[in-house]
Protein backbone atom coordinates (compact mmCIF):
# COMPACT_ATOMS: atom_id res chain seq x y z
CA UNK A 1 0.00 0.00 0.00
CA UNK A 2 2.75 2.42 0.76
CA UNK A 3 3.49 2.02 -2.66
CA UNK A 4 0.55 2.91 -3.96
CA UNK A 5 0.46 5.95 -2.19
CA UNK A 6 4.41 7.41 -3.26
CA UNK A 7 3.58 6.90 -6.75
CA UNK A 8 0.14 8.85 -6.34
CA UNK A 9 2.25 11.62 -4.45
CA UNK A 10 5.21 11.44 -7.10
CA UNK A 11 3.47 11.47 -9.87
CA UNK A 12 0.71 13.69 -9.19
CA UNK A 13 3.61 16.74 -8.46
CA UNK A 14 5.53 15.33 -11.24
CA UNK A 15 2.74 16.07 -13.56
CA UNK A 16 1.93 19.70 -11.55
CA UNK A 17 5.24 21.02 -11.68
CA UNK A 18 6.09 19.67 -15.70
CA UNK A 19 2.76 21.10 -16.81
CA UNK A 20 3.60 24.83 -14.97
CA UNK A 21 6.98 24.74 -16.22
CA UNK A 22 5.37 24.06 -19.53
CA UNK A 23 2.42 26.18 -19.36
CA UNK A 24 4.96 29.66 -18.95
CA UNK A 25 7.48 28.59 -21.63
CA UNK A 26 5.62 26.28 -24.48
CA UNK A 27 2.48 27.11 -24.13
CA UNK A 28 3.16 30.68 -23.89
CA UNK A 29 5.77 30.95 -26.35
CA UNK A 30 3.43 29.08 -29.01
CA UNK A 31 0.26 30.97 -28.37
CA UNK A 32 2.06 34.55 -28.66
CA UNK A 33 3.53 33.84 -31.73
CA UNK A 34 2.24 35.36 -34.83
CA UNK A 35 0.53 38.87 -36.19
CA UNK A 36 -2.59 38.17 -34.57
CA UNK A 37 -4.31 41.15 -31.97
CA UNK A 38 -3.52 40.45 -27.96
CA UNK A 39 -6.69 39.64 -27.51
CA UNK A 40 -6.83 36.88 -29.90
CA UNK A 41 -3.09 35.72 -28.43
CA UNK A 42 -4.37 35.65 -25.52
CA UNK A 43 -7.54 33.51 -25.97
CA UNK A 44 -4.96 30.86 -27.39
CA UNK A 45 -3.43 30.76 -24.42
CA UNK A 46 -6.77 30.39 -22.37
CA UNK A 47 -7.40 27.61 -24.78
CA UNK A 48 -4.34 25.88 -23.56
CA UNK A 49 -4.69 26.54 -20.16
CA UNK A 50 -8.24 25.30 -20.19
CA UNK A 51 -7.47 21.93 -21.75
CA UNK A 52 -4.88 21.34 -19.20
CA UNK A 53 -7.35 22.22 -16.24
CA UNK A 54 -8.45 18.77 -15.91
CA UNK A 55 -5.17 17.71 -15.94
CA UNK A 56 -3.89 19.46 -13.53
CA UNK A 57 -7.01 18.53 -10.64
CA UNK A 58 -6.32 15.13 -11.35
CA UNK A 59 -2.73 15.86 -10.66
CA UNK A 60 -2.99 17.90 -7.39
CA UNK A 61 -5.51 15.51 -6.19
CA UNK A 62 -3.30 12.59 -6.70
CA UNK A 63 -0.69 14.02 -5.06
CA UNK A 64 -2.73 14.96 -1.86
CA UNK A 65 -4.43 11.79 -1.80
CA UNK A 66 -1.09 10.14 -1.57
CA UNK A 67 0.92 12.45 0.66
CA UNK A 68 -1.86 11.75 2.96
CA UNK A 69 -1.87 8.30 2.76
CA UNK A 70 2.46 8.60 3.49
CA UNK A 71 1.73 10.48 6.69
CA UNK A 72 -0.99 8.14 7.81
CA UNK A 73 1.40 4.87 7.26
CA UNK A 74 4.43 6.63 8.58
CA UNK A 75 3.22 8.76 11.59
CA UNK A 76 5.25 7.00 14.21
CA UNK A 77 7.64 8.04 12.47
CA UNK A 78 6.59 11.83 12.31
CA UNK A 79 6.18 11.51 16.14
CA UNK A 80 9.55 9.90 16.96
CA UNK A 81 11.20 12.81 15.21
CA UNK A 82 11.22 16.57 15.00
CA UNK A 83 12.83 17.33 11.50
CA UNK A 84 10.68 14.58 9.62
CA UNK A 85 7.38 16.50 11.28
CA UNK A 86 8.52 19.94 10.50
CA UNK A 87 9.13 19.23 6.99
CA UNK A 88 5.79 17.59 6.79
CA UNK A 89 4.19 20.71 7.88
CA UNK A 90 6.32 22.81 5.78
CA UNK A 91 5.75 20.90 2.57
CA UNK A 92 1.84 21.07 3.22
CA UNK A 93 1.77 24.89 3.42
CA UNK A 94 3.80 25.14 0.61
CA UNK A 95 1.07 22.81 -1.16
CA UNK A 96 -1.81 24.81 -0.35
CA UNK A 97 -0.05 27.80 -1.98
CA UNK A 98 0.45 25.91 -5.33
CA UNK A 99 -3.34 24.72 -4.82
CA UNK A 100 -4.08 28.56 -4.61
CA UNK A 101 -1.99 30.01 -6.89
CA UNK A 102 -2.95 27.25 -9.46
CA UNK A 103 -6.59 27.76 -8.78
CA UNK A 104 -6.45 31.47 -9.09
CA UNK A 105 -4.51 30.85 -12.68
CA UNK A 106 -7.88 29.91 -13.69
CA UNK A 107 -9.59 32.71 -12.17
CA UNK A 108 -7.58 35.40 -13.42
CA UNK A 109 -7.08 34.13 -16.98
CA UNK A 110 -10.62 34.64 -17.83
CA UNK A 111 -10.63 37.73 -16.36
CA UNK A 112 -8.07 38.77 -18.36
CA UNK A 113 -9.02 37.10 -22.13
CA UNK A 114 -12.71 39.42 -21.18
CA UNK A 115 -10.25 42.49 -20.24
CA UNK A 116 -8.25 41.97 -23.32
CA UNK A 117 -11.22 42.04 -25.67
CA UNK A 118 -12.66 45.04 -23.82
CA UNK A 119 -9.53 46.72 -24.50
CA UNK A 120 -9.37 46.46 -28.18
CA UNK A 121 -12.32 49.28 -28.24
CA UNK A 122 -9.19 51.59 -27.20
CA UNK A 123 -10.29 53.41 -23.77
CA UNK A 124 -7.85 53.64 -21.80
CA UNK A 125 -9.68 52.57 -18.30
CA UNK A 126 -9.93 49.28 -20.18
CA UNK A 127 -6.43 48.66 -21.52
CA UNK A 128 -5.20 49.77 -17.69
CA UNK A 129 -7.33 47.29 -16.02
CA UNK A 130 -6.22 44.55 -18.89
CA UNK A 131 -2.45 45.55 -18.15
CA UNK A 132 -3.24 44.67 -13.98
CA UNK A 133 -4.66 41.77 -14.75
CA UNK A 134 -1.56 40.72 -17.37
CA UNK A 135 0.17 41.23 -14.69
CA UNK A 136 -1.30 39.56 -11.49
CA UNK A 137 -1.71 36.14 -14.29
CA UNK A 138 2.38 36.70 -15.37
CA UNK A 139 2.66 36.38 -11.46
CA UNK A 140 0.43 33.46 -10.82
CA UNK A 141 1.61 31.46 -13.84
CA UNK A 142 5.61 32.07 -12.51
CA UNK A 143 4.46 31.07 -8.62
CA UNK A 144 3.16 27.66 -9.45
CA UNK A 145 6.47 26.65 -11.05
CA UNK A 146 7.96 27.53 -8.00
CA UNK A 147 5.95 26.34 -5.41
CA UNK A 148 5.70 22.78 -6.96
CA UNK A 149 9.84 23.06 -7.12
CA UNK A 150 10.13 23.54 -3.84
CA UNK A 151 7.59 21.02 -3.24
CA UNK A 152 9.88 18.44 -5.22
CA UNK A 153 12.85 19.45 -2.94
CA UNK A 154 10.92 19.33 0.26
CA UNK A 155 9.46 15.43 -0.84
CA UNK A 156 13.52 14.51 -1.26
CA UNK A 157 13.93 16.06 1.80
CA UNK A 158 11.28 13.39 3.17
CA UNK A 159 13.07 10.87 1.51
CA UNK A 160 16.60 10.84 2.97
CA UNK A 161 15.10 11.32 6.26
CA UNK A 162 13.48 7.83 5.72
CA UNK A 163 17.11 6.38 4.98
CA UNK A 164 18.70 4.84 8.27
CA UNK A 165 22.55 5.88 7.93
CA UNK A 166 25.24 4.62 6.00
CA UNK A 167 26.79 1.02 6.65
CA UNK A 168 29.71 2.48 6.16
CA UNK A 169 29.19 5.36 8.26
CA UNK A 170 27.62 3.32 10.87
CA UNK A 171 30.93 0.80 11.30
CA UNK A 172 33.42 3.80 11.57
CA UNK A 173 31.12 4.87 14.23
CA UNK A 174 31.17 1.54 15.71
CA UNK A 175 34.76 1.54 15.73
CA UNK A 176 35.13 4.61 17.16
CA UNK A 177 32.79 3.94 20.04
CA UNK A 178 34.63 0.44 20.56
CA UNK A 179 38.26 2.08 20.26
CA UNK A 180 37.15 4.94 23.14
CA UNK A 181 36.01 2.44 25.33
CA UNK A 182 39.62 0.77 25.02
CA UNK A 183 41.17 3.65 25.54
CA UNK A 184 39.34 4.32 28.46
CA UNK A 185 39.54 0.99 30.04
CA UNK A 186 43.65 1.35 29.42
CA UNK A 187 43.73 4.47 31.04
CA UNK A 188 41.94 3.24 33.71
CA UNK A 189 44.20 -0.02 33.94
CA UNK A 190 47.09 2.39 34.20
CA UNK A 191 46.08 4.57 36.74
CA UNK A 192 45.61 1.47 39.03
CA UNK A 193 48.76 0.25 38.20
CA UNK A 194 50.43 3.64 38.92
CA UNK A 195 48.46 3.82 42.24
CA UNK A 196 49.68 0.51 43.26
CA UNK A 197 53.01 1.35 42.66
CA UNK A 198 53.08 4.27 44.77
CA UNK A 199 51.37 2.41 47.71
CA UNK A 200 54.57 0.10 47.02
CA UNK A 201 57.00 2.69 46.45
CA UNK A 202 55.76 4.34 49.95
CA UNK A 203 55.42 0.86 52.15
CA UNK A 204 58.98 0.23 50.76
CA UNK A 205 60.09 3.73 51.85
CA UNK A 206 58.79 3.16 55.11
CA UNK A 207 60.11 -0.15 55.06
CA UNK A 208 63.56 0.96 54.76
CA UNK A 209 63.60 3.48 57.45
CA UNK A 210 62.72 1.54 59.98
CA UNK A 211 65.49 -0.97 59.29
CA UNK A 212 67.99 1.52 59.13
CA UNK A 213 66.54 2.86 62.43
CA UNK A 214 67.17 -0.53 64.05
CA UNK A 215 70.62 -1.12 62.67
CA UNK A 216 71.81 2.36 64.03
CA UNK A 217 70.12 1.82 67.07
CA UNK A 218 72.24 -1.97 67.31
CA UNK A 219 75.62 -0.37 66.33
CA UNK A 220 74.96 3.08 68.21
CA UNK A 221 74.43 1.44 71.31
CA UNK A 222 77.78 -0.73 71.81
CA UNK A 223 79.58 2.10 70.55
CA UNK A 224 77.81 4.58 73.38
CA UNK A 225 78.48 1.86 76.22
CA UNK A 226 82.49 1.70 75.30
CA UNK A 227 82.67 5.24 74.96
CA UNK A 228 81.32 5.54 78.53
CA UNK A 229 83.62 2.92 79.81
CA UNK A 230 86.62 4.64 78.38
CA UNK A 231 85.71 8.06 79.75
CA UNK A 232 84.98 6.33 83.35
CA UNK A 233 88.64 4.87 83.36
CA UNK A 234 90.73 7.73 81.79
CA UNK A 235 88.25 9.96 84.81
CA UNK A 236 89.56 7.37 87.62
CA UNK A 237 93.43 7.05 86.14
CA UNK A 238 93.35 11.02 86.75
Do not use: C
Amino acid sequence: MNTIFRSLHDLGLASWFGGAVMGITGLRGAAYSGADSVARKTGREADGWSAWSPVVAISAGAHLIGGAGLIVTDWDRHQRRPEVMRTTVIKAAVTGAAMLTTALQGVVGKRLLQAEQDAESGEQDAQRHAARLRLQARALDAATPVLTGIMVVLAAREGELQRPASAPLQAVADIGSSVGAQLSDAVDDVRDRLGGAGDSAKQAKQTAQHMLQTVTHAVAEPVKDNVDLVRDKLHLAS
